[in-house]
């Protein structure tokens, strides 16, 4: 059982910076990948960013490219998502979740929401234009 806690969230100008963090309980944070996800007000959620166990391989959805990172440090169990040059269209709940690495298979569908088995309860971040 892996319990996962966001903080970080709030309201920020577009053109400013967040940094969430995600703190997993557990001793196996280093066997699983971790993502960012976010749900924005009467739409579906959808993949942000995701890490690698090592985290020597990231991954992010095409429009926050160039402006979000995401990392990890295996030794405090957390993620982190350093948002930077946001705009009102990251407005969102912003979800931690996290996936068992099995294989190739876990980063084939690493975008997939499937692919995660826990799942934190959000932080809200909004962006005022």
């Known amino acids: 059982q892996v319990q996962l806690e966001e903080s970080g969230g709030g309201l920020v100008q577009a053109g400013g910076s967040l940094r969430l963090s995600c703190a997993a309980s557990g001793r196996t944070f280093a066997n699983y990948v971790m993502g960012w996800f976010r749900q924005a007000p009467g739409r579906e959620r959808e993949f942000v960013a995701a890490?690698?166990?090592?985290?020597?391989?990231?991954y992010y959805v095409d429009s926050v490219k160039g402006r979000f990172t995401i990392s990890r440090d295996n030794a405090k169990n957390t993620v982190y998502l350093q948002m930077n040059s946001l705009k009102p269209e990251d407005t969102a709940v912003y979800y931690c979740?996290?996936?068992?690495?099995?294989?190739?298979?876990?980063?084939?569908?690493?975008?997939?929401?499937?692919?995660?088995?826990?799942w934190g309860q959000g932080t809200q971040v909004t962006v005022s234009s």
């Open positions: 890490i690698r166990p090592s985290g020597t391989g990231t």
């Open positions: 979740a996290s996936a068992l690495f099995r294989g190739l298979t876990t980063f084939q569908n690493i975008r997939v929401m499937a692919t995660y088995n826990y």
